[in-house]
């Protein structure tokens, strides 16, 4: 697979607070690693997912809301086509999501084999979910737990410095 970079990808998501004084940081006295958290009430908490190749192809993101039910007036209305939606009680990625995520991202991306790295979330992984990337030939990578902030490629070179740009703002 080295050779072929348009068949490894790379998902990650992050929480977004549309409501930046609502965002905080969580550290102690003269800590340098420092953890960011946004809280909100409502639809202020959403999570974003992206999903990149190798080769740099990005798909289009998934957004889940924190709802019971999609309004279609919190679709954007010139989104990128194949923009993914989803609700969810918490407003984070669950099995269910997850598992029709993954159907979309095999129906767009027809190379196979597929290698697909997540992270640690136990929502990523579901018996349903491993027997549909093994039909559709997508290997799925997950990262140790506590590792991604240094492993994972999207949290290094797309949300990590998007978050920091939000600190910064």
Not at 27 to 34: L, S
Not at 139 to 153: F, V
Request: with cysteine.
């Amino acid at each position: 697979m080295t050779d072929k970079p348009n068949q490894i990808y790379n998902l990650d998501e992050m929480g977004v607070c549309p409501d930046p004084t609502r965002a905080r940081v969580i550290a102690g006295n003269k800590q340098t690693g420092v953890h960011r958290t946004d809280q909100g009430s409502g639809r202020d908490n959403t999570t974003v997912m992206g999903c990149v190749s190798a080769a740099g192809k990005c798909l289009p993101p998934l957004f889940i809301f924190k709802a019971v039910n999609l309004w279609s007036t919190w679709k954007g209305e010139e989104d990128i086509p194949g923009t993914f939606y989803a609700v969810s009680e918490s407003g984070f990625i669950n099995t269910d999501i997850f598992f029709d995520w993954i159907n979309h991202f095999s129906r767009q991306v027809q190379e196979r084999p597929l290698v697909l790295i997540v992270d640690g979330y136990v929502s990523h992984l579901s018996c349903k979910t491993v027997v549909f990337a093994k039909q559709q030939q997508i290997t799925i990578i997950k990262l140790p737990s506590h590792t991604t902030d240094l492993l994972q490629p999207l949290d290094r070179s797309c949300f990590g410095p998007f978050k920091t740009y939000c600190d910064a703002s």
